[in-house]
């Protein structure tokens, strides 16, 4: 006992004589008082400290976004709708004067009226329905409507006109010896009168132009056309327009023929001349007469060699047109029923008007102009601009609108690419003064676009108001892209979406470009865009600028706002380049990212420049922070700029802008020091020395401690000073300032327990306790902190070192704070040491007719007491060092001859005393070493013997102290190992699988083969199951990227059939690691539920065939199956399972997780 006391002394000793950072600090001028150091107050407000560090998280908070480069997407994104564009009504079509208004009425009534053609079933053959919404369209009252649908039924009907579009024909039959045939087409109008025959006949015979026709009357044609003859071919290509006039559009019907050529006299030369003679009103001669006479006037020889053969016909009557037109494959039809023919025939239809009895036609209002004038009409009736949520309209019009703009485009003869020209027009002229979908116009362009390809010709006027409708719309969307934060919010992904469709739309314009002979585009579209973009970032830096810092203000009153500038422009930074950069890019081939940073740098570098020039002569503490503020926002702007690669700070404005605040960045840091002192005093004060909740053993003032540690630590990363030679002298002052208030803090604890009334009198002072684990909790936070002002990146050599100060500062201070621990551990035992020493010389002076137990009974009891508050009351590390310092006494008081009895006594019941007498020590790791333990009662041969102490217990106890002291992948390879050990106690509970691995080396993956299982467990209701076999290899830290694979399921069997290959690319030196193995895992298939365990076995890597070495004897041969035994984890596999379930690590916590998972399987089985 007096060996202890004497330690004890020792100890205090050297806390009062040993150097340390504390006397050094104690020691300075002025500091003559024994009690701890006020922090200095200076301008700042000293408050408790609490207002500075709200701030400093601030900036933290602040900085913590600004690591590295954004994230592609802003990870915010609001769906909520786009912000409203801007609309003017003077942007659209001028308005109709009500004369203009009375033609186009008229017009469209016209339209109606006199529609001819089939209607499609998407639109409104009703023609009341069409006439009563144009009235609703043009807001007539019902005298008017009904005076002008009579003014246009008196008026004279149009003139129809077919046109027709002979494109090509295919399969046609051969006629030559040649295998081939000449083809061509004769097609014509058949007035009604020679279509009113029996049915009969039309079924026997039909119309043709034809040579030698003897039967029926004579065929007038009104007007016969001949396409080119194409030679030796079965699929000719024509591509030849014809226009027929109509007469009857309910009886006319469009004949065609197609002969093969056999004759040297041209019959389209002929067929021509015979047409100009006759006139398209007059009535055709014979087709007889028309081959006379291309015999007559050419060289021919005898008939019989010169017939053309017939290849097949077409009937269309006209009034089974469509109104819209038709483009499709017309199969060809016999002559009779004794005809052969074969093929198809191309052809594009399409009704039209030539003579309109309108007002607006006889005006000279063409076609075009009358439809954009329609258009437009129907489409701000149908669109209206206070309509809600307008933005999203996309062009949808009613079924009435789209049948009369229908019936005007075709009676008008109006081509695909005039109609979408029209409406790209309209609707584009719209969209600016009532918003459209993007989409919409989009649409509209890809369509004139694959128009335009086809037939890139339009008159001189209509192009020059296609170019009028791009350059108004080019004009307008710039004006937008110039408001591009306003209009097109980067964290509104509707706007985004909104801007990445206009981008589209104006990169289409180019498209057209070369093909305008009258250029809309001064400049190329990318510049005029790089131009908005510029204007439109300096109206928005200088809109900030105004309103936060104006500079007619002072300085100091300015720094603020200069502040919320710059944070203002990194953000708009990172908005630019995660979510603008990539569309201007992809799109528009603009780098807007460059451009944007480029020239926000510029003027904000600017503005420090000059602010910190008029501010450096008036440096106060406001100042300073304001200062130090704004300078890291502007590093934050550097390194943005450094993290994208291929990019250089050095060219920046901003480029060595860290100088001038250097005076301002020194007068900061000693406020943050005397602030940091002001807030561990308020910490302290309000500190009660009670642990701050049940599951944690430190009380309030140390979490605060250690968090302000913490901030300083993270605030001097983010600072990285780029100076190197400064970054050392700021890094040394910071460090030695965090030394000084750690140690300032421990001093306030010691002064604060020291007047805690009743600790002196306990045996074990919980406040005691409280204070020994704050000191040990800062302790480890001033390490780390410490720790993380090593040099920044950057110094040559020198990246992640402490400097000499900083090194020997630190390893001052825990040398102190250790000292600080022993003594208060000094103070914490002192009382308990004394009572132990009492209780053993009372078991010592006890008489010999008491038993063992019955004499250590009072220590024991006192033991179990004080261990067992200790262990609640402290943390790991601290109650290690305590056992150790408590069970050291006990070998000391061995030599006396109550050392035996005690030894005797104490044996049975201290073991359980620590595992399950003793609650609260049930659930700690064991403090000690089972030797120490051993050694102890051993107590050199005196106590018990080494065979009674090495029991069961002993080595269940060893096993788990070391696996308490493996790392978590050794405690999990264990776990493998114990399965890979344990044996089925009935071999035949669980069943067999079979199986069959080898490594290839050559492909370096490891091939599995499950071939079979046999008498599975049955786990479903029909005495039977639904096997898969899970295949996975383990442990899982040395197969990192492997997943687990599955077997097929086998229904309703318990002897499946797998044969199935599994691989697993692995190197071989995984294999060869300690635990690796082959997990198998035979799985019941539930549908309705949770898949069944049905059991599992383990197959070492180690011995599989290309894995190991070779040896004699070793390992199976490749091709050989392995027959394994299924079982069930067994209680040596939960050992190391226990273990991992106290641990709190990510990778021991999955590991627990999924077993956990398989052990619900396991619940309800057999």
């Not at 003139?159 to 000449?182: C, E, H, I, Q, W």
């Not at 973009?533 to 300085?555: F, H, M, T, V």
């Not at 200069?562 to 780098?591: K, T």
Request: with cysteine; aromatic share 8%.
């Amino acid at each position: 006992m007096s060996t202890l006391l004497d330690i004890k002394s020792s100890v205090l000793r050297q806390v009062q004589v040993c150097p340390s950072f504390r006397r050094r600090t104690e020691q300075e001028p002025g500091s003559a008082s024994a009690d701890p150091q006020e922090p200095a107050t200076g301008a700042w407000k000293p408050g408790d400290g609490v207002e500075f560090f709200a701030h400093m998280r601030l900036m933290l908070k602040k900085g913590e976004g600004r690591q590295g480069l954004p994230c592609p997407e802003v990870p915010l994104r609001s769906g909520s709708p786009a912000p409203p564009e801007p609309v003017d009504p003077s942007r659209g079509l001028r308005a109709l004067a009500p004369e203009e208004v009375d033609m186009l009425y008229e017009e469209a009534l016209y339209t109606v009226l006199y529609r001819a053609g089939t209607m499609g079933p998407d639109q409104v053959d009703d023609e009341e329905a069409l006439l009563s919404y144009l009235q609703q369209v043009f807001g007539t009252s019902t005298e008017e409507h009904t005076e002008a649908i009579e003014r246009v039924r008196k008026a004279k009907a149009p003139t129809y006109a077919l046109k027709v579009s002979v494109m090509r024909a295919k399969n046609l039959l051969a006629k030559d010896p040649n295998g081939f045939s000449d083809p061509y087409c004769m097609l014509g109008i058949l007035p009604a009168s020679d279509t009113t025959r029996e049915p009969r006949a039309q079924k026997e015979q039909r119309f043709g132009f034809r040579k030698g026709s003897k039967r029926g009357g004579p065929l007038p044609a009104k007007c016969i056309q001949v396409t080119e003859v194409k030679s030796s071919t079965l699929n000719p290509v024509w591509k030849e327009h014809f226009l027929f006039e109509i007469e009857d559009v309910s009886t006319d019907q469009l004949h065609l023929d197609i002969w093969d050529h056999d004759d040297d006299v041209s019959l389209v030369e002929a067929c021509r001349k015979l047409n100009e003679v006759i006139g398209l009103k007059g009535m055709g001669r014979y087709f007889k007469q028309i081959v006379k006479s291309a015999r007559a006037n050419g060289t021919a020889g005898p008939t019989e060699d010169h017939t053309d053969d017939f290849l097949g016909c077409l009937n269309i009557p006209v009034r089974e047109v469509p109104v819209a037109g038709v483009d499709r494959w017309f199969k060809l039809e016999p002559r009779s029923s004794a005809s052969r023919v074969e093929g198809d025939c191309h052809l594009v239809l399409k009704l039209i008007t030539t003579q309109r009895d309108t007002a607006m036609s006889q005006r000279g209002r063409s076609g075009f102009l009358s439809h954009l004038l329609l258009l437009s009409h129907l489409l701000r009736f149908e669109h209206p601009a206070e309509e809600p949520n307008s933005s999203s309209w996309r062009g949808e019009l009613s079924t009435p609108a789209v049948t009369i703009l229908c019936l005007h485009g075709a009676q008008s003869n109006l081509s695909p690419l005039q109609l979408a020209v029209l409406h790209w027009q309209v609707s584009s002229r719209h969209h600016q003064t009532c918003t459209l979908d993007y989409s919409y116009l989009l649409g509209l362009l890809d369509d004139m676009q694959a128009h335009w390809e086809e037939a890139p010709s339009l008159p001189q006027e209509q192009e020059e108001g296609l170019a009028d409708s791009f350059s108004a719309f080019s004009e307008f969307g710039l004006q937008l892209l110039r408001q591009l934060r306003d209009y097109f919010p980067a964290t509104n992904s509707t706007a985004v979406y909104r801007l990445e469709l206009l981008l589209k739309c104006l990169g289409k314009l180019q498209f057209f470009q070369p093909s305008f002979e009258i250029c809309p585009f001064e400049t190329e579209l990318n510049m005029d865009v790089a131009a908005a973009l510029k204007r439109g970032n300096r109206e928005w830096y200088d809109r900030i600028l105004n309103a936060r810092s104006p500079r007619e203000q002072p300085g100091p009153q300015r720094l603020p706002g200069l502040v919320v500038l710059a944070d203002a422009i990194y953000d708009d930074l990172q908005s630019c380049y995660s979510v603008y950069a990539s569309l201007f890019h992809s799109i528009l081939n603009v780098d807007v990212f460059t451009l944007t940073f480029r020239q926000l740098e510029r003027l904000v570098a600017e503005e420090a420049w000059v602010l910190t020039e008029e501010l450096s002569p008036k440096m106060t503490l406001e100042v300073a922070s304001g200062l130090f503020e704004l300078y890291l926002t502007l590093a934050d702007l550097q390194h943005f700029w450094d993290s994208i690669p291929g990019r250089d700070s050095r060219s920046l404005a901003l480029a060595g802008i860290h100088t001038p605040f250097l005076p301002a960045v020194k007068l900061w840091l000693q406020v943050l020091r005397d602030q940091a002192k002001w807030r561990l005093q308020g910490a302290v004060d309000v500190d009660t020395l009670e642990p701050v909740d049940p599951s944690s053993r430190h009380s309030s003032s140390a979490a605060t401690a250690g968090l302000c540690l913490s901030h300083i630590q993270e605030l001097w990363v983010r600072l990285a000073w780029p100076d190197p030679a400064q970054a050392q002298g700021l890094g040394t002052q910071l460090g030695q300032d965090m030394c000084e208030a750690t140690l300032f803090y421990t001093e306030l604890l010691r002064k604060k327990v020291d007047t805690q009334p009743g600790a002196a009198g306990e045996a074990v002072s919980e406040a005691l306790c409280v204070v020994l684990n704050n000191v040990e909790l800062v302790r480890k936070a001033a390490g780390q902190a410490l720790k993380g002002l090593a040099w920044p990146e950057g110094a040559p050599g020198l990246e992640g070192v402490l400097p000499r100060p900083l090194l020997s500062c630190t390893q001052a201070l825990d040398d102190d704070l250790q000292r600080e621990a022993h003594t208060v551990t000094a103070h914490l035992t002192s009382k308990m040491v004394g009572d132990i020493r009492k209780y053993v010389q009372h078991i010592s002076l006890s008489p010999d007719s008491i038993q063992n137990d019955e004499a250590v009974a009072p220590l024991m009891k006192y033991l179990d007491e004080k261990l067992a508050l200790l262990n609640s009351s402290l943390v790991k590390g601290n109650l290690s060092s305590r056992f150790h310092f408590t069970l050291e006494v006990e070998p000391r008081e061995g030599t006396f001859p109550a050392g035996p009895r005690l030894r005797a006594a104490l044996t049975p019941p201290f073991i359980p005393t620590g595992s399950a007498a003793t609650p609260g020590l049930s659930t700690a790791p064991p403090p000690v070493n089972a030797e120490a333990l051993v050694t102890f009662f051993h107590a050199d041969g005196q106590g018990l013997p080494l065979e009674s102490l090495r029991d069961g217990s002993y080595k269940r106890l060893k096993e788990e102290l070391r696996l308490h002291k493996c790392s978590t992948r050794e405690c999990i390879e264990q776990f493998y190992l114990d399965k890979l050990k344990q044996r089925t106690l009935e071999q035949n509970r669980f069943g067999r699988l079979s199986v069959r691995c080898h490594y290839e080396a050559a492909e370096q993956r490891l091939a599995v083969e499950v071939l079979h299982a046999a008498d599975l467990l049955p786990l479903d209701a029909n005495g039977l199951s639904d096997p898969f076999v899970i295949v996975e290899l383990g442990p899982p830290h040395l197969f990192p990227l492997v997943r687990s694979q599955r077997t097929q399921v086998k229904t309703r069997t318990l002897h499946p059939v797998y044969d199935e290959l599994f691989y697993f690319s692995v190197p071989a030196e995984a294999c060869r690691r300690r635990g690796a193995c082959v997990l198998f895992t035979v799985m019941d298939h539930d549908w309705l539920s949770t898949n069944d365990f049905a059991g599992e076995a383990a197959l070492g890597l180690g011995g599989v065939s290309g894995v190991a070495r070779p040896q004699v004897g070793g390992g199976a041969r490749a091709g050989q199956p392995v027959t394994l035994h299924l079982c069930r984890p067994r209680a040596q596999v939960r050992s190391a399972l226990r273990m991992l379930e106290g641990r709190t690590s990510k990778e021991a916590q999955e590991f627990v997780k999924k077993l956990k998972e398989l052990e619900k399987c396991m619940e309800a089985d057999p």
